[in-house]
């Protein structure tokens, strides 16, 4: 036997290594290609150069897939080409002898079948109807298309009132937003492609705390024409803003006792401070939009006198019901909703979990919401109990990874079965079976199902159920208003076919979803309510604009937003994320690559001007 | 104030000027390519880059603002080898056959390797194909196509037709029509607006030149031609010749030369047109209640093709009147061949125009009122010079010659048809003698003179009459005032609308001076050559008040409106 050795890694290895997670990090942070033809050629390319050589069909199949997709490109293609694509990428995608052959076929096939009509359009019109939709990424991956660039500009020049000004243009949140929003924006940062995404929400917040209180615009001449707004949540608020500021009357009608929706009964203060989201409203407030609070409709005020009263109606009462587990026991003492229990601390009543062991259900933000505001209550333990892995969580990694390091224990990969409980018939156990991780599922995600392993009783006193949130639209329904499921089924317009006057948005009408969107739909709602009644005011940019800065921009690390320490924060629902220090708010402002200005944005859609 | 240096020298430039244009102000020459002022600095050619003094990357100078304290540098190592490089890459990518193109010898690209001292290029030369119709009169060649994007930001900001985009991505990324339409079905105004602002020959207007010597040499026909009044501003330029040398006279010498058997000048039958319009005025205004209001201009085929496809509930507004090239080309084919004694069809009418849109107005299936097509084709200015050189003609060295008669008068209020306000002008000095019985003086309505605004506007009275006119050039501005006037938010009597902005002046057929918008200079020219008519009146032109006495009666007469006014209805503008 020959003697065995650590094999160093060659320099050629390592800069190929560096080369390929720059193409990882190209690939996963910024856009994909535009079309589908010319993005799998790419990528039938890179599979090309993995090719060790050995078998015919990723070998030489490879090599003649990429030649009549070159042909394609060029516009030389012709429909048989579509035809031969398919059945070379069906053979590969079968007879390859590795992954590196089959995966590259599979994608090809896929590709033909699902775009079809680009193939087509290539082979017919020699170019493809596919455009570049994303001349500044962050913005329109924004739902509510905030100018980023533009107030991350005017934040670098210490303008942040003119920032909270831009902001509010499209999104009259942006406190709030700086602080919980979901950002969207990052995920297509093309700062990305250099070193990893601008940190968009941590400046907006750095701007909208330097700002301190800006006034709204002045509202336009009055209308004369009344809206009224069901729900104070952010979507309705948001519509209520805008509504306000075109001039028309408007009324919103709250049931809660507090306006603010999930904002105030779904996200605990320590993410979300009260008095931030109260000053906030109270700028909406400023604009006239007259609000009345514990109003329920239905039992207070009718639809229909809503609806006879003024000349439209904007619905957007959330998604406030809670999703029940459905299994035995959940009915005990001490097995409570997301929900509720979230209302309940909205509201001020803050339960003492002192000497509790809390098992939390669900995987997504609201469970990691009820864990952390659990550990804040004083429970002796905290579990987060997921039928999934913790990777598979569609909480933001992190809430979970906050969670965890504020004392949360995360069970994973098991499912409840039922609740036991004491001789008095409170809570005592969540029985869960544990699950084994299955084959990957159509929604991409790998599915469970029981493991060949006994059911195990988690000690538990008091158990909250966050499997997700149902919308409370029967009445909706009862009215004529169309439903799907829960949801109530507005057009994408926030109206309905057929029906004049009724608009709505927001999670009642998508479904639990983020605050962003909810705010989008607001503004859209808005948009289409003043067209309605045969209006056309417009919101326009009335800021001057920085001029593009033309340093360089070396790769430099992300400044990431700090937290209180676990061990103090978890103690308070004090406000447990630390702002950005001018210092660093300057730092991160200039790694924005200006795409506003740089790049496609300069030709077009660089800035919306009005809308 | 900002102060930088570039090229080492002290620069103070305005706070928001472009490097470009701070270096411009310096005397320092940087080369651009797809650059151009307020309409495109987009930084998309990369042949305008700089190097800014302890910075990695370059910069496009087109639309980077100064920065106080800078050093800028347009002549580095770093810069000539990027711009070299990158215009190597566009010529790869663009058909070279400098030879068989429309702009050779007036093309940016062209200079532009010239002045690169390129001799080979490094990279393969694998233009796209070229796939359009080229009996269309405007056309494209994709094969030339340097993705500049000047003709979407033209038709977009300026004319507001949004006909181009781009379409494609990638290394595939060209320009096509706007919605995937075939080009016959976009409202395409064929202004040739995206035609004079092309730096290469991606746009041109289909060449009419062998047409028309095959009739010059063919002889059973008789040959003749009419000239627009903007050519005489503008046909020296593609010849090198200046503007006070290049007298309409010179080129009438020039056409003949040629082989014409007749040359004649627009300007006749642009003094009729306002014999007729001016006529079709006063009786509307006179019977108010039973027109609507305003009456448009009718003389520029660009326009009409606009509002008969963008506000089509509009176009029974516009006036009945032919336009001058058709009007010439029904009276040429009926009372002058009845006057030469020879069939309609044995003449060959020629018309040299500013204007691309003219090429389509002459197909128009109804302007046949001899049974013959009015006006057999039409030559832009640019290609009337291509035939000047073709026939190896010396323009500059030739003696003036009179135009031909009788469809060879034409009064000073006929001339400044070719410049924006023009026609408004010239019909409402007619107006006031139609109504009053007297002449106001020449230059009583020059208010509606200029460029400035979306649209001028003026009031003036004619008797007791008070008559509320407009005047816009440009289909960018003209959409403005149409919204405006459809939204009630101003009305008047009598609007005239040219295409093009400055009017014919700037006409998508004249010569291309890249960089230059020049219809302010050739518009001012028109109003000299006005001024120095002895005729200031359309009604005074001798040759038209006989055509009247001897042929047509009088103005609006049964004759005049089988000859002289058309049905906008008959057609449609867009296949």
């Known amino acids: 036997m020959g003697k065995l050795s650590l094999t160093a890694k060659s320099g050629n290895t390592l800069e190929l290594e560096k080369m390929a997670s720059f193409l990882t990090s190209r690939l996963s942070n910024a856009q994909q290609g535009l079309c589908p033809v010319d993005t799998v050629a790419a990528f039938v390319n890179v599979c090309l150069s993995q090719s060790c050589g050995k078998c015919t069909p990723c070998r030489v199949g490879l090599k003649k897939l990429g030649e009549i997709y070159d042909r394609i490109l060029d516009g030389d293609g012709s429909a048989e080409d579509i035809a031969l694509i398919e059945r070379t990428a069906r053979v590969i995608a079968v007879s390859a002898d590795c992954a590196i052959g089959h995966t590259a076929g599979e994608v090809a096939l896929k590709s033909v079948l699902a775009f079809r009509d680009d193939y087509e359009s290539h082979i017919n019109c020699n170019h493809c109807s596919a455009r570049e939709e994303q001349p500044v990424p962050c913005s329109s991956l ?19 009132a003119d920032a909270v000004r831009l902001i509010r243009k499209d999104n009259p949140f942006p406190s709030v937003c700086g602080l919980i929003c979901e950002h969207p ?15 968009i929400r941590g400046i907006k917040r750095y701007a909208a705390e330097k700002a301190g209180h800006v006034p709204p615009p002045e509202c336009a001449e009055k209308t004369g024409r009344h809206i009224s707004v069901i729900g104070a949540g952010p979507s309705g608020l948001t519509a209520a803003y805008y509504l306000a500021l075109m001039g028309h009357d408007v009324d919103v009608y709250e049931k809660r006792k507090f306006p603010g929706g999930m904002l105030r009964y779904g996200i605990p203060d320590y993410r979300l401070p009260e008095q931030i989201l109260t000053d906030e409203i109270n700028v909406i407030l400023e604009t006239g939009v007259k609000l009345h609070l514990d109003t329920d409709i239905g039992t207070d005020i009718t639809l229909d006198e809503l609806r006879n009263n003024s000349d439209a109606v904007y619905i957007a009462i959330g998604a406030h019901s809670d999703k029940k587990l459905r299994i035995p026991g959940e009915e005990l003492e001490g097995v409570t909703s997301a929900v509720d229990l979230l209302r309940r601390i909205g509201d001020g009543d803050r339960p003492d979990f002192s000497g509790k062991k809390v098992a939390v259900v669900g995987g997504g933000n609201v469970a990691m919401d009820c864990a952390r505001s659990s550990v804040r209550l004083g429970a002796e333990s905290v579990s987060i109990v997921y039928r999934r892995r913790q990777e598979d969580m569609t909480a933001l990694a992190e809430e979970v990874e906050g969670a965890i390091a504020e004392g949360c224990e995360v069970v994973s990969m098991m499912a409840p079965v039922s609740v036991e409980g004491d001789e008095s ?3 005592k156990y969540l029985v869960v079976k544990p699950q084994i991780i299955g084959p990957i599922g159509r929604d991409g995600r790998p599915g469970v199902r029981p493991a060949d392993q006994p059911e195990v009783k988690l000690e538990a006193d008091i158990i909250i159920v966050a499997i997700g949130q149902a919308i409370e639209s029967e009445k909706f329904g009862e009215h004529g208003l169309p439903l799907k499921w829960d949801t109530i089924a507005a057009t994408d317009e926030c109206d309905f076919e057929g029906i004049d006057g009724i608009f709505c948005g927001g999670d009642c009408a998508t479904g639990p979803a983020t605050v962003i969107k909810a705010i989008a739909a607001g503004k859209v709602g808005a948009r289409n309510i003043d067209t309605y009644l045969g209006y056309n005011h417009e919101f326009a940019l009335d800021i001057e604009m920085p001029a593009p800065s033309l340093l360089d921009k070396p790769a430099c690390g992300r400044v990431k937003m700090k937290e209180r320490a676990a061990n103090e924060r978890k103690h308070d629902f ?26 496609y944005g300069k030709f077009r859609g660089g800035r919306y001007f009005r809308w | 104030m900002v102060n930088l240096k570039i090229n080492g020298i002290d620069v103070s430039a305005k706070e928001g000027t472009s490097i470009l244009e701070a270096a411009k102000a310096a005397g320092i020459n940087i080369p651009t390519l797809c650059y151009l002022k307020d309409l495109n600095e987009i930084g998309a050619c990369r042949i305008c880059l700089v190097e800014i003094e302890g910075r990695d990357k ?27 490089v990158n215009l190597e890459l566009i010529l790869s990518q663009h058909n070279t056959e400098c030879t068989t193109c429309s702009r050779n010898g007036n093309c940016k690209l062209q200079s532009l390797a010239e002045e690169s001292g390129i001799n080979i290029n490094s990279y393969s030369v694998t233009p796209p194909k070229m796939n359009w119709n080229t009996d269309f009169p405007l056309i494209r060649d994709n094969s030339k196509c340097i993705k500049c994007m000047r003709c979407i930001q033209i038709c977009d900001k300026v004319q507001s037709l949004n006909i181009w985009d781009v379409e494609g991505t990638g290394s595939h990324t060209t320009i096509g029509v706007a919605g995937g339409l075939p080009f016959e079905s976009a409202h395409c105004s064929l202004c040739g607006q995206c035609i004079t602002h092309c730096p290469v020959g991606a746009l041109y207007e289909r060449d009419d030149t062998a047409k028309v010597n095959a009739a010059l040499d063919d002889p059973e026909k008789i040959t003749l031609v009419q000239i627009a009044p903007a050519v005489r501003a503008a046909w020296g330029e593609a010849l090198g010749i200046d503007r006070e040398k290049a007298s309409v006279n010179r080129l009438a010498a020039a056409l003949r030369k040629a082989g014409f058997n007749y040359v004649f000048d627009t300007n006749f039958s642009a003094d009729l047109t306002i014999m007729e319009e001016g006529s079709e005025f006063i009786e509307k205004l006179t019977h108010k209640d039973e027109h609507k209001f305003p009456m448009f201009t009718s003389c520029c085929p660009g326009w009409v093709r606009f509002i008969k496809s963008e506000y089509p509930d509009m176009v029974d507004m516009l006036s009945t009147a032919k336009s001058p090239q058709q009007m010439f080309g029904a009276v040429a084919k009926t009372y002058f061949a009845e006057k030469i004694g020879v069939s309609p069809d044995k003449i060959y009418s020629v018309s040299i125009m500013p204007c691309t849109s003219k090429k389509s107005e002459c197909d128009i299936e109804t302007m046949k009122s001899s049974g013959e097509k009015d006006v057999d084709v039409v030559l832009t200015t640019r290609e009337v010079a291509k035939l000047i050189k ?3 003609i010396d323009a500059a060295s030739l003696d003036e010659e009179e135009f031909d008669s009788p469809l060879g008068d034409g009064s000073g209020a006929a001339v400044i048809f070719g410049a924006t306000g023009g026609v408004m002008e010239a019909a409402l000095r007619s107006a006031y003698f139609l109504v009053t019985g007297k002449n106001p003086e020449a230059d009583a309505f020059k208010a509606v003179r200029g460029l400035n605004g979306p649209w001028r506007e003026a009031t003036f009275a004619i008797d007791s009459v008070e008559v509320r006119v407009a005047v816009a050039s440009g289909l960018g501005n003209a959409r403005k005032l149409l919204d405006a006037i459809r939204a009630g938010k101003v009305s008047y009597d009598f609007v005239e609308i040219m295409a093009c902005p400055g009017g014919c002046g700037g006409g998508g057929g004249q010569p291309i001076c890249d960089g230059f918008e020049l219809a302010g200079e050739r518009d001012e020219h028109l109003y000299k050559l006005d001024a120095d008519n002895p005729i200031r009146f359309s009604h005074e032109n001798p040759s038209v008040l006989k055509l009247y006495e001897e042929y047509l009666e009088k103005p609006l007469s049964h004759k005049s409106h089988e000859l002289l006014h058309t049905d906008h209805f008959a057609w449609s503008a867009i296949k």
Request: glycine share 10%; aromatic share 4%; charged share 25%.
């Open chain 1, 425 to 427: 018939g409170k809570a």
């Open chain 1, 574 to 599: 004090a406000l447990m994320e630390q702002c950005m220090t001018d210092e660093e708010a300057s730092q991160e402002c200039s790694r924005c690559l200006g795409c506003d200005h740089f790049g």
């Open chain 1, 185 to 199: 924006c990052e995920n297509g940062c093309r700062r990305g492609m250099v070193d990893d995404a601008v940190n």
């Open chain 1, 142 to 160: 924004c739902p509510a298309q905030v100018d980023i660039p533009g107030y991350v500009a005017l934040t670098a020049q210490g303008r942040y």
């Open chain 2, 58 to 84: 370059l910069f496009a100078a087109c639309n980077c603002p100064v920065e106080e304290g800078i050093s800028v540098l347009t002549d580095s190592a770093k810069v000539r080898q990027a711009r070299r």
């Open chain 2, 390 to 392: 073709m026939h190896g």
